[in-house]
């Protein structure tokens, strides 16, 4: 098990190996030369990580940390690359992450390059919710919870914004009613709500 803070590979470091998220959660991040980090994505069971040179050569391009308690099967790289080689299956599930990352990084550049704040928020919330929501019972109302415990600040570098207007943007959409927030819980009470907000419908696949 790798605990909480400890990083799993560090961006420019020679890759190795692959990652696969057996349980916990990973939160991948570019670090910026003025030190400042920049989320990616986080990453939970089933998911590789420590891409997108899965099948070995070149750096990492980024970095990679246990949120919380992880546990995680490492793959050699030349071993990937020779199971890949000889199962199809495995080859098109390598496909098929990289797919899933390249279109979820560039879902996050259009949104930093040509949204405001509020609608980049409302975005990567019901992202987040289409990959990680847990729906609640019937007496909800349809309320759907984000399972994974994101910050604050986490959030506001997934969404390319200060701290300060992305607590002021999540405070607004809780007094829309559209989300509640408390102990780092994200809960969508109006998925549509959300989805409305968006001036231009971007469909995410998970």
């Known amino acids: 098990m790798i605990p909480a803070g400890q990083r799993l590979f560090d961006q420019g470091s020679l890759h190795t190996c692959t990652y696969i998220v057996e349980e916990g959660l990973v939160r991948t991040y570019y670090c910026a030369l003025s ?98 929501g847990a729906p609640e019972d019937d007496r909800s109302g349809g309320a759907i919870t984000i399972k994974h415990k994101i910050s604050q600040s986490d959030l506001a570098t997934l969404v390319g914004a200060s701290r300060q207007w992305t607590n002021k943007t999540l405070n607004e959409l809780q007094e829309l009613g559209l989300i509640t927030l408390a102990n780092r819980q994200i809960r969508i009470l109006n998925l549509q709500g959300l989805n409305a907000m968006s001036s231009e419908e971007m469909d995410f696949v998970d």
């Open 35 to 132: 030190g400042r980090e920049i989320t990616l994505g986080y990453w939970s069971e089933g998911n590789l990580v420590g891409g997108p040179n899965f099948f070995g050569g070149g750096y990492h391009i980024w970095s990679g940390k246990a949120v919380r308690k992880t546990r995680v099967l490492a793959i050699g790289d030349s071993d990937l690359k020779q199971l890949a080689t000889h199962d199809p299956d495995i080859l098109f599930w390598v496909a098929e992450a990289m797919a899933f990352k390249l279109r979820w990084l560039s879902i996050l550049f259009q949104l930093h390059g040509t949204e405001p704040v509020r609608q980049r928020l409302a975005k990567i919330l019901v992202m987040l919710s289409d990959i990680y």
